[in-house]
């Protein structure tokens, strides 16, 4: 029970900090062109064969609940609509995030068999490193594992990402084995429907739960006396997780998206590249390469030196999240290839790996200061002293919007753009050219051309106006100055 209330007490109070984190130090805002459009409009929440995103479920469905939420419960009370929007996305991420950070504690309360103060520390130590990991000195626009770049791909990227983590931390707390779905209780609804989201999210997130499942199973396996039928029976769960994952590749590889990637350059040329370019940002463009050399040299000397049934158990641990580093690595050069090189340097796709490798070297510090007891006495000063480093008025964490434009900015210009339609709206008017500023030479972007029926629908489906109206998006250079944008 104790334990409990410190994991439900260090839960809130990491929820608090990162809805004001999120509402008020770098908020998402309605934005772009395609925060305009997925907001309002929900898909069925099926996989469907041949669609533009198949998979993607999760965001193509939370994403319009929450534009709804903040239309109809949160705007009446504060009567902004922008603010509104912003406050039920910080809401709905730091929800994601809370339940992630506490599942890490569990995990660590059982894996780590460290006190109650001391893995209460660890959740906020691994909470404070996907802040830290991108850091550089006296630098602005700093990168970390929540950043994305604009408020759709919160939940394309970062709510798909914290699931599917989420999903590892409970499940490799169990014995592969355990049959989760043996009776229909609300626990096992709970948890099937939380699996079906995370692989029916992004094939970029999902390969975090399929590659530890993958690695669970490998490490049940006797291949010297394997048999197919006994295996899948010992393994069940896991292996239709598996399958499952499987399919959505499949569904995945078949729509529109995916099609409409054209390869000018060999698929092989293409994968070197991204090879170079993946290995080089994860080895250099970080500090993790300190963390995974420690996590590395802990567990050659666990191996070496350590007999103990603590010690084993540990090991395992930390080879199954070390093996997961390489599948990870080779997958996501292999789709990004596919897609778009740069796809793999995002931090909202990198956040598995480094997922992979706080855990590991958290497991490994935990074997040190279950070696050297005062060495716990450390812990809450590591804590602070990261928190410290990471808030330093030196440096400043990167927004999450479309080329790093300042929140506050793009609440003004979709302030003007949504002020021009309501006034068309009272005025009875059926069309309405609308001025946005000069964006590409393409389609203008982040304020295309074709918004503007996007734009409109959205308005009308969350009663910001009283019908849809024909809305031509107008670019004016002008308001480039007017706003300070390039």
Not at 66 to 93: K, R
Not at 267 to 274: D, E, G, M
Request: hydrophobic share 50%.
């Amino acid at each position: 029970m104790r334990n409990f209330s410190a994991e439900i007490l260090t839960g809130t109070l990491i929820f608090a900090v990162m809805f004001v984190f999120f509402s008020q130090v770098h908020p998402p805002v309605l934005f772009d062109g395609d925060d305009w459009n997925v907001i309002s409009d929900a898909r069925v929440g099926l996989p469907k064969w041949g669609g533009w995103n198949p998979i993607k479920v999760l965001p193509e469905t939370f994403y319009p609940i929450c534009g709804y939420f903040a239309a109809y419960v949160v705007n009446p009370i504060i009567g902004d609509y922008l603010t509104a929007v912003t406050i039920s996305v910080a809401l709905i991420v730091s929800i994601f995030i809370a339940v992630y950070v506490v599942l890490f504690l569990k995990f660590a309360e059982k894996i780590f068999g460290l006190d109650t103060l001391t893995t209460n520390f660890f959740g906020i130590i691994f909470l404070l490193l996907h802040f830290a990991i991108f850091l550089k000195h006296n630098t602005q626009d700093n990168f970390y594992l929540f950043h994305t770049t604009d408020t759709d791909c919160v939940f394309n990227y970062i709510l798909p990402n914290l699931l599917n983590a989420a999903l590892v931390l409970f499940i490799a707390r169990f014995d592969a084995k355990k049959f989760f779905f043996e009776h229909v209780t609300p626990a096992a609804i709970f948890l099937f429907s939380a699996i079906y989201f995370g692989i029916f999210s992004s094939i970029l997130s999902s390969c975090i739960l399929a590659i530890y499942i993958f690695v669970e199973l490998m490490s049940r396996a006797q291949f010297k006396k394997f048999k197919p039928r006994k295996f899948f029976t010992d393994n069940k769960t896991f292996c239709v997780i598996l399958i499952f994952w499987l399919i959505s590749l499949l569904f995945e590889a078949n729509g529109g998206r995916a099609k409409s990637m054209s390869l000018e350059e060999s698929f092989f040329a293409l994968t070197i590249q991204t090879t170079a370019i993946t290995i080089q940002s994860l080895l250099f463009d970080n500090r993790g390469l300190p963390l995974m050399i420690f996590a590395a040299v802990t567990t050659i000397f666990i191996f070496v030196r350590q007999n103990d049934a603590y010690s084993k158990n540990l090991l395992r641990v930390l080879i199954k999240f070390l093996i997961c580093l390489p599948l990870w690595t080779v997958y996501v050069i292999l789709v990004a290839a596919r897609a778009n090189p740069t796809y793999a340097l995002r931090p909202d796709v990198q956040f598995g790996i480094f997922f992979f490798v706080f855990v590991i070297f958290l497991a490994a510090l935990s074997f040190w200061i279950k070696k050297f007891p005062r060495g716990a006495f450390i812990v809450p000063i590591l804590a602070f002293a990261l928190f410290t480093w990471i808030f330093s008025g030196k440096r400043t964490l990167c927004p999450s919007t479309f080329n790093h434009v300042p929140e506050k900015v793009c609440v003004e210009v979709s302030r003007h753009i949504i002020d021009q339609i309501i006034s068309a709206d009272r005025a009875g008017l059926d069309k309405v050219t609308v001025t946005v500023p000069k964006g590409d030479d393409n389609d203008n972007w982040p304020h295309p051309l074709y918004m503007g029926k996007n734009i409109s629908r959205t308005l009308h489906a969350h009663g910001i106006i009283s019908r849809r109206l024909e809305v031509k998006i107008l670019p004016d250079v002008t308001l480039n100055k007017r706003f300070n944008l390039p």
